[in-house]
């Protein structure tokens, strides 16, 4: 080997254009001279050669302690050695830097067709992947080669964009090209650690890489390498710090100089190994995955094709790739989400006779004439739509939404009402016995004004007067005693009993029906798919209400909820308050009890929700328990405080609940529990625990338990220590009192799986596809929409690995919804 001076020149000429300020490299030129020339006399094969070189002394130079003008003449005869030994040698060092060429990904490799190897065989059967290291990718739920292939990059480091030395910005990422110029092990914070001086025509910079002392010998001077990073400045110089780095050789960049893919990683796996058998496993495989999307879609919509867009995903070329990658695989899951949900109401639908309940005009009119309220605009729009779902053949299959104490309860008995004048039972399901219970009484006391009380037991009354035979509402939970239960359910099923309110129990087994037509589903979040599922095979083909207080975010609606038709009630009854929220400081506690304490002196109630305790019912009982003794003995000690948690009896919680309703109780001390539907009209105060742990949704949630009567109503939230997080929450919360926009910002800060409160059963996986993509979403469900309207049961030949697709993704289809 000859002597390649390019280094040395670069530096060289660097020197002199900054002035012979020794600053060229970082640590002084001696340094660098003493190790470049100790390498590179060995590669100087002349004698001649060698001995001017050895007359230069680069080995102790001495250039720190020469004048300006001493420096520049020995720059300068240096400058003139090279070149000669440049000129002698015949070697001539690379002149300058090349760009970073921008390699399209090279077609992947052909298929080499591997006997009894498909994109679903187990990952090991990929070189290099050995039984431990498959062992960390199932961690991550990576079984297959096909879960290789969607396992994607949770973003990308944009290192494409080459950068001169010269022209770092601290605090970017940036990329530079650059030749080591030496590169040597030091110790940093007492870490072995690996430090190089790297350069470009433009300048020098350094780059440590901590923890790893091994680097260094692997980057012999002038190593072409890309170097991605952020540059941080260290004693007034830019420094790379453990940045991702790679060599320049002639093939594609995986590390550096590109969009870089960033895997989630485990224990285990490190991002360089598995970028590398990511990038093998995508070369190889991704064009062995079959395109499902018939093309006439594919090409209308302008998507990628699939393996395209999953080698692009992985790898992509630029931005505009990962842009176009991401649409298509996020198209695809919508789509066959859609075809999952609409596939299911199709079925639904189409399978089961219907069970028509028509509008009876007089009673009807009844019902609302009697009611002490006019129904808002909103409210009659959506009973309408009701009403006219009702009539048809086919089952109706239908989300109510309306904000907290937007008066769904009152059209869904005007619905119940309908069911029962068709002498057809209607069911109303509430997520717990107290509200199962609130209902139960909410609903009597609506039929009192148009009937008369004709029977009253236990769990059942019976009016009559308003149809042509007595009407009665029944309410079946848990907890009642066996033998009156047993007795309940042998009245529902000899159709004796016409509406009937409970929690799940009316979904159990032993619950049957005579002739089931309207099935109400209260708060439907707690209600998982499979529940809804149970409740629609109870009697023939009911007629199925959801109702929500939460509002739900347009793109979950459609996603969880695809096979609903949607109905809002978007109006509040005219006169609602604004509920004054506030977030107090810790040490604002003592005031937020004073004004309790003058709240109850003026004759209001307050709640106080306990701090939200995940580890168990049972503890977060015991909590509860604690909170109301230091309530009622240190802060309150002259009020009537009860208290309320979810072991409790449903008989004691009862009681508790209707002492707290009928003024007996000044404040209550309740878990969250209280959360969902309670209707105290005297409650104005809503105090709530370490409320920055709590969701927007469900803030929102409790602080619609108070404002429900005439008084000014207020909101107080306490938190110790929100993290950041939590506090963004509780400005929101402060500030916005539309039950979709917070449920909109919930989405953003939680995601969808917190967003309910627990992982929804049947909440499809969605890993490219994000729920603020409205628009992709609402064009898959009219692809899907078209695609049913076209072949129903996906029949046709070219929808064949449509079908089979589906049937992978959603095998359980068959329990959905
Ligand atoms: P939601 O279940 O939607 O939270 P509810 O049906 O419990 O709301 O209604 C809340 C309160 O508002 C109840 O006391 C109900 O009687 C009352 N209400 C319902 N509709 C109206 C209306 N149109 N005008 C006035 N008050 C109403
Ligand atoms: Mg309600």
Same mark, same amino acid.
């Given at each position: ?53 050895? !007359? ?32 002698? %040698? ?144 260290? !004693?007034?110089?830019?420094?790379? %710090? ?41 070369? =190889? ?164 004004? *148009? ?11 019976? +009016? ?79 007629? *199925? ?15 969880? +909820? ?15 308050? *604004? ?19 003058? =709240? ?113 109503? +207020? ?21 916005? =009192? ?50 049913? %309207? !076209? ?12 079908? !089979?697709?589906?049937?992978? *993704? ?8």
């Amino acid at each position: 080997m000859s002597l390649n001076a390019e280094p040395l020149r670069k530096i060289l000429e660097l020197e002199c254009k900054k002035g012979y300020l020794d600053s060229a490299v970082i640590g002084g030129l001696d340094r660098f001279l003493r190790n470049w020339a100790g390498q590179a006399v060995e590669s100087i094969t002349t004698t001649q050669l060698r001995n001017r070189f050895n !007359k230069l002394r680069l080995v102790n130079s001495n250039y720190a302690s020469l004048t300006k003008e001493q420096r520049k003449e020995w720059v300068n005869s240096v400058l003139d050695f090279l070149a000669e030994a440049e000129r002698g %040698e015949g070697e001539k060092g690379e002149a300058r830097l090349t760009p970073i060429a921008s390699r399209p990904s090279p077609r992947p490799r052909a298929n080499r067709p591997v006997v009894n190897q498909s994109i679903d065989s187990p990952i090991t059967v990929v070189r290099g992947i050995s039984s431990s290291l498959a062992t960390r990718f199932n961690k991550l739920g990576v079984k297959t080669i096909r879960d290789l292939l969607y396992f994607f990059p949770h973003r990308h480091l944009d290192y494409s964009q080459r950068k001169p030395i010269s022209q770092l910005t601290e605090g970017n990422e940036e990329t530079i090209v650059a030749n080591v110029w030496q590169a040597q092990e030091i110790r940093l914070g007492g870490r072995r650690s690996t430090e190089a001086i790297v350069g470009d025509e433009t300048g020098n910079v350094r780059v440590v890489w901590f923890n790893n002392p091994y680097l260094a010998k692997n980057l012999a001077t002038n190593t072409r390498l890309v170097i991605s990073g952020r540059v941080s400045l260290f !004693k007034g110089r830019h420094v790379f %710090e453990s940045p991702e780095w790679e060599r320049v050789e002639d093939k594609e960049l995986i590390h550096a100089g590109r969009l870089v893919p960033l895997y989630p990683l485990t224990q285990g796996l490190r991002s360089r190994q598995v970028r590398k058998l990511m990038k093998e496993v995508v070369d =190889q495989w991704a064009w062995q995955t079959a395109d499902f999307l018939p093309s006439g879609l594919r090409e209308r919509q302008k998507l990628l094709e699939l393996p395209q867009a999953i080698s692009q995903a992985h790898f992509p070329e630029d931005e505009d790739l990962k842009t176009r990658a991401r649409v298509r695989l996020a198209f695809d899951e919508l789509f066959l989400l859609q075809l999952g949900v609409l596939g299911k109401k199709r079925d639904w639908q189409e399978g089961q006779p219907s069970s028509p309940i028509s509008t009876k005009t007089p009673v009807l009119e009844a019902f609302l004439q009697s009611l002490p309220f006019e129904l808002t605009q909103a409210q009659h729009r959506v009973l309408k739509e009701l009403l006219s779902d009702l009539e048809k053949p086919q089952p109706m299959s239908r989300l109510l939404q309306g904000e907290v104490g937007s008066g769904k309860t009152v059209v869904a008995t005007a619905a119940l009402l309908m069911a029962a004048a068709n002498d057809y039972q209607g069911a109303f399901m509430a997520p717990t016995e107290i509200l199962a219970e609130q209902h139960f009484s909410t609903i009597c006391q609506l039929l009192s004004r *148009v009937g008369q009380l004709e029977e009253k037991e236990d769990y059942l009354h019976s +009016y009559s007067g308003l149809l042509s035979r007595p009407l009665t509402v029944a309410l079946l939970i848990g907890d009642i005693t066996q033998s009156r239960k047993r007795e309940l359910q042998q009245r529902i099923l000899d159709g004796d009993i016409g509406i009937v309110i409970g929690t799940h129990a009316l979904i159990q087994k032993e619950v049957e029906f005579h002739r089931l037509g309207l099935a109400v589903v209260d708060e439907q979040h707690r209600f998982g798919v499979t529940q809804r599922s149970a409740l629609r095979q109870k009697g023939s083909s009911p007629h *199925v209400l959801v109702m929500t207080a939460t509002p739900i975010p347009r793109t979950l609606a459609l996603t969880l +909820y695809g096979d609903l038709d949607l109905s809002v009630i978007d109006q509040l009854p005219p006169g609602r308050q *604004v509920i004054k929220t506030k977030w107090l400081k810790p040490e604002q506690r003592a005031s937020a009890y004073a004004f309790i304490k003058r =709240q109850v002196a003026e004759g209001r109630q307050a709640f106080i929700i306990c701090p939200l305790i995940e580890e168990s019912e049972a503890i977060q009982a015991r909590a509860a328990i604690a909170e109301y003794e230091r309530l009622s003995q240190e802060v309150f000690p002259e009020l009537r405080i009860g208290l309320l948690h979810g072991r409790m009896s449903a008989a004691e919680k009862d009681r508790v609940m209707r002492h707290f309703r009928s003024g007996e109780l000044d404040i209550l001390v309740a878990t969250p529990v209280v959360e969902v539907g309670i209707d105290i009209p005297n409650a104005t105060v809503m105090l709530v625990e370490s409320a920055d742990r709590f969701g927007l949704s469900q803030l929102h949630q409790f602080r619609g338990r108070v404002g429900r009567g005439q008084e000014q109503s +207020y909101c107080m939230l306490l938190a110790q220590n929100p993290s950041e997080v939590g506090r963004a929450r509780l400005d929101i919360i402060e500030n916005v =009192q539309d039950g979709f926009q917070l449920a909109e910002e919930d989405l953003k800060l939680r995601g969808p799986g917190e967003f309910f409160g627990t992982r929804q059963s049947g909440l499809p996986d969605l890993r490219m596809a994000k729920l603020s993509d409205v628009a992709l979403l609402e064009l898959a469900r009219s692809e899907a929409i078209r695609l049913f %309207e !076209k072949d129903k049961n996906l029949e046709k030949p070219e929808h064949k690995p449509l079908a !089979k697709e589906l049937a992978r *993704v959603w095998p359980e289809a068959g329990e959905w919804s």
